[in-house]
């Protein structure tokens, strides 16, 4: 079976030296007609594994999967449709069909001095209220257990489910030195002013390492983001 080595935004530099995806490249096989049958399964769609299903299939290397950024698992993302149906990504945006090559995307720019420690824990003085905080890139383990946590507070009332909120206490990992989730809750719940909320995802969004989703529609000077649809993996729909 035919493979691809996949570069990893994050160069691998913010997992332990141990971790099989500290060298910064993972290896993927070609999808076969097992994958299509991942896709397919109605039960993995309607429970929302199926992507995180067919990439688990097609990565090679022997990785912890669980580990990986976010930004890195939409590397592998764009990877996997290339491997399965192709670099060829057509879509609609403003009632007009658009037409990307998805093997010429890059990885966004990284500064490596942020990461040279490969510790997921970074310093920022929110602005406006001067606190010092920490915080960490996502991974996909977080990103369970802020799903879990939200369908539990649809259950209590599917009205009003804070996720900016939920998602900003797995990121913040200390408020002025204090490190206990339950101050951490508290300084979300009742401190953290919008004003400084936006400007930490802003960094957040500067720094985390990732692939250029974006593109420039034909007449246009400004690159935009690439809508990223059921077409992507599901092409004939």
């Given at each position: 079976?035919?493979?691809?080595?996949?570069?990893l935004?994050?160069?691998g530099?913010?997992?332990?030296?141990?971790?099989?995806?500290?060298?910064?490249?993972?290896?993927?096989?070609?999808?076969?007609?097992?994958?299509?049958?991942i896709?397919?399964?109605?039960?993995?769609?309607k429970?929302g594994?199926?992507?995180?299903?067919?990439?688990?299939s097609?990565?090679?290397?022997?990785?912890?999967?669980?580990?990986?950024?976010?930004?890195?698992?939409n590397?592998?993302m764009?990877?996997?449709?290339?491997?399965?149906?192709?670099?060829?990504?057509?879509?609609?945006?403003?009632?007009?069909?658009?037409?990307?090559d998805?093997?010429?995307?890059?990885?966004?720019?990284?500064?490596?001095?942020?990461?040279?420690?490969?510790?997921?824990?970074f310093?920022?003085?929110?602005?406006?209220?001067?606190?010092?905080?920490?915080?960490?890139l996502?991974?996909g383990?977080?990103?369970?257990n802020?799903?879990?946590?939200?369908?539990?507070?649809?259950?209590?009332?599917?009205?009003?489910?804070p996720?900016?909120t939920?998602?900003?206490?797995?990121?913040?990992?200390?408020?002025e030195?204090?490190?206990?989730?339950?101050?951490?809750?508290?300084?979300?719940d009742k401190?953290l002013?919008?004003?400084?909320?936006k400007?930490?995802?802003?960094y957040?969004?500067?720094?985390?390492?990732?692939?250029?989703?974006?593109?420039?529609?034909?007449?246009s000077d400004?690159?935009?983001?690439i809508p990223i649809?059921?077409?992507?993996?599901?092409?004939?729909?």
């Amino acid at each position: 079976m035919p493979t691809e080595e996949v570069e990893l935004p994050s160069k691998g530099l913010l997992y332990p030296e141990g971790s099989g995806l500290a060298k910064g490249v993972i290896e993927m096989k070609y999808m076969t007609a097992k994958e299509e049958d991942i896709l397919t399964n109605q039960s993995y769609i309607k429970n929302g594994t199926a992507l995180d299903r067919l990439m688990k299939s097609l990565i090679v290397s022997p990785i912890e999967y669980d580990e990986l950024l976010i930004g890195d698992k939409n590397a592998i993302m764009v990877a996997a449709r290339v491997l399965g149906y192709g670099s060829e990504y057509s879509f609609d945006y403003l009632g007009e069909k658009q037409t990307v090559d998805l093997s010429l995307l890059e990885n966004k720019e990284l500064d490596e001095d942020l990461f040279k420690d490969r510790n997921n824990n970074f310093p920022f003085t929110l602005p406006h209220s001067k606190n010092n905080i920490t915080f960490k890139l996502l991974t996909g383990k977080d990103e369970k257990n802020i799903q879990r946590e939200l369908d539990g507070l649809k259950k209590i009332n599917k009205d009003n489910v804070p996720e900016l909120t939920t998602r900003l206490k797995y990121i913040i990992t200390s408020v002025e030195g204090k490190t206990e989730p339950k101050d951490i809750r508290e300084f979300v719940d009742k401190y953290l002013l919008a004003k400084d909320s936006k400007a930490l995802r802003e960094y957040m969004k500067k720094i985390q390492p990732d692939v250029d989703l974006t593109f420039f529609p034909e007449g246009s000077d400004d690159r935009v983001n690439i809508p990223i649809g059921i077409s992507f993996f599901w092409p004939e729909l």
